[in-house]
């Protein structure tokens, strides 16, 4: 069975995920420590912890496409409303915390036991005043149990797999809780944080990115998790993709540790083109984001060569239209300046699911996957 690691964040490689983990594959997904935005924000701020958001989110698609879709799974893909006003929401977290929710009557007591002790570690921690408003359930367990287990999110992601019964693993790509993303626009203008550049004006995303930056609060290098890097050293296939590629998908090259140990790994590299241009990449096209994937690399890793890619495959979204068009508010993500090399392979082909317009068939990307591990 081979082993294939994704690097991306929490939810752009879904139909991937849930294809790879139908055919039984051993799948290994790395997602960023350093959201800012969403559930994770409160939870972050009130508590100065790792973003746990991206992690809950792929374990929840780990679950689904395994066929863990009981109880459990249900509570940890729970969340509070957003309509509720602060006692309110703050009341229906309590109706999970205390133990009142259906779902958490019919779990056996050891199981219930331990989610309820998770909860209340995570209320307790967050106190009083907490706006509980849009909270996952699955974020305040996972945040529970880092916090129950000594700020360790390794164990506290192994407590959540046991759990939800998760065969597949889920890391971070840091360990480090103080993780911070900023971009240099073309301009010269920087935003920091994670959010900031996910929720780009349109002004901004027209004058576009030059290049990301990861550093901790002490402007020091961001480490790589050592489960991650055990995992790249195991792996059959490394994969990078699809996801917003200045924030969930290039800064993982970024982290000290993991260009160079995916360099020295020797298996195939992918990196799988979007099929929409996003905010973070308007007017731009594949060639431009895999070429600033290379230079994140030759950044990373000291002594690197000037030439040659990290990548040994790229998957590349054929557009078929003649003509500008776009799904929603985005514009097809074209690759006419990605060229095949001597040192990489260009797999272009139809990779849009037929019934998901803008989005990856799965099961289609996944047979490449598959064919790529085991050559």
Avoid at 180 to 187: D, I, P
Avoid at 305 to 329: C, E, M, Q, Y
Wanted: aromatic residues 6%; proline residues 4%.
């Amino acid at each position: 069975m081979p082993h294939i690691v994704l690097f991306s964040g929490g939810t752009a490689c879904r139909s991937i995920n849930l294809a790879l983990s139908r055919k039984g594959v051993e799948l290994t997904r790395v997602v960023p420590s350093w959201d800012s935005g969403g559930s994770s924000k409160g939870i972050r701020d009130a508590l100065g912890v790792l973003s746990v958001g991206d992690v809950r989110q792929a374990l929840m698609t780990m679950a689904y496409g395994e066929g863990r879709v009981g109880d459990v799974v249900k509570i940890c893909n729970a969340r509070v409303s957003l309509q509720a006003d602060h006692e309110g929401a703050k009341a229906e977290f309590e109706f999970y915390a205390s133990g009142r929710h259906p779902s958490l009557l019919r779990l056996d007591a050891g199981l219930r036991g331990a989610i309820l002790t998770y909860l209340q570690t995570f209320e307790t921690a967050v106190g009083p005043a907490f706006d509980y408003r849009n909270c996952s359930i699955g974020n305040a367990i996972l945040t529970g149990a880092y916090l129950a287990h000594n700020r360790d999110v390794n164990t506290a992601i192994f407590v959540f797999r046991k759990i939800c019964d998760i065969a597949g693993n889920v890391w971070p790509s840091s360990l480090d809780d103080d993780a911070v993303l900023s971009a240099r626009l073309k301009n010269g203008c920087i935003l920091t944080a994670q959010d900031a550049v996910t929720t780009l004006s349109p002004e901004d995303a027209a004058v576009g990115i030059r290049s990301v930056s990861l550093r901790n609060a002490s402007a020091a290098a961001v480490r790589a998790n050592p489960a991650v890097i055990e995992a790249i050293r195991s792996a059959d296939l490394i994969v990078f993709g699809p996801g917003s590629p200045y924030t969930s998908v290039l800064p993982h090259l970024l982290v000290e540790g993991i260009a160079s140990a995916v360099e020295a790994q020797p298996c195939g590299k992918v990196f799988i083109g979007n099929i929409l241009q996003c905010r973070e990449s308007t007017g731009s096209d594949l060639g431009e984001i895999v070429a600033a994937a290379d230079d994140l690399c030759r950044a990373a890793r000291p002594g690197a060569s000037d030439t040659g890619s990290i990548f040994t495959h790229i998957l590349a979204n054929r557009v078929l239209f003649p003509f500008a068009k776009t799904v929603g508010s985005f514009p097809y993500l074209g690759s006419e300046t990605i060229d095949e090399e001597a040192d990489r392979i260009v797999m272009r082909g139809e990779f849009e699911d037929a019934w998901n317009r803008g989005q990856h068939d799965g099961e289609q990307i996944a047979e490449h996957l598959l064919d790529l591990a085991k050559s």
